[in-house]
């Protein structure tokens, strides 16, 4: 079955750093576009970045566009965000989620890591 | 800049229908879709391309669409549907996804 399971989250001061991971599993990973989405505490959804199949097309929210760096390993079928100076706000649990090009959007999420940027 | 728009709650007794609406821009150009989220749960996806349901996901739950709103409803509402319920779609460029700002269901 499909699985998505996130990791490297954790406490970090602002200005710090974390590498974000998401392992998949149960379906042919380089064929799906991903995604990171995020939730700040007791908030909604942000979505934060996009990763093309094949990893040559990117976008990023503006809120951290400069600082996080999406990328995948298709050999290792695993996801990854790069998260450099962090502040307070990016504050949230991260998911990544998978899409196909079938306009089916994001059928898969995985359950979470939870970053935490605080001194 | 493309927002999505959701009233912040809705509240609906067991049985009755729940509708709940979703307005921007961005819907005249992209497809919506709508998410249910559980206290401590991944969001879980209920519609895509405006009104298609995935499989699994039971036939209570419908949307539609038309012009700068989109409608997500919930007919026979039971108890467990109580949940947060988030839009999304993309901007008229397809570069940056949307989620609206989220509607919590109680069911009364």
């Known amino acids: 079955q499909v699985q998505l399971v996130e990791s490297g989250g954790g406490l970090v001061k602002p200005g710090g750093s974390l590498r974000l991971s998401c392992a998949a599993s149960?379906?042919?990973?380089?064929?799906?576009?991903m995604s990171w989405i995020r939730q700040a505490p007791g908030k909604g959804l942000e979505w934060v970045s996009y990763?093309?199949?094949?990893?040559?097309?990117?976008y990023y929210a503006d809120s951290v566009k400069g600082r996080f760096t999406i990328s995948r390993d298709n050999a290792k079928n695993t996801l990854f965000l790069q998260t450099n100076s962090l502040r307070a706000e990016d504050t949230a649990v991260y998911y990544c989620?998978?899409?196909?090009?079938?306009?089916?959007?994001?059928?898969?999420w995985g359950q979470g890591t939870l970053v935490t940027v605080s001194s | 800049s493309y927002e999505l728009t959701q009233p912040p709650s809705v509240s609906v007794s067991p049985g009755q229908t729940a509708k709940i609406t979703c307005s921007g821009d961005?819907?005249?150009?992209?497809?919506g879709y709508w998410f249910q989220q559980k206290p401590g749960q991944a969001p879980v996806q209920l519609i895509y391309?405006?009104?298609e349901r995935p499989s699994g996901i039971p036939e209570r739950f419908s949307a539609s669409s038309s012009g700068t709103t989109g409608t997500l409803t919930i007919s026979g509402v039971q108890a467990e549907d109580e949940a947060d319920y988030y839009c999304?779609?993309?901007?008229?460029?397809?570069?940056?996804?949307?989620f609206g700002g989220g509607t919590k269901l109680t069911v009364l």
């Open positions: 989620a998978r899409g196909y090009y079938d306009s089916s959007g994001f059928n898969y």
């Open positions: 149960g379906f042919t990973f380089s064929d799906y576009y």
């Open positions: 990763i093309s199949s094949s990893g040559n097309i990117i």
């Open positions: 961005a819907l005249t150009k992209q497809y």
């Open positions: 391309k405006d009104n």
């Open positions: 999304q779609s993309a901007d008229i460029s397809g570069t940056h996804w949307l």
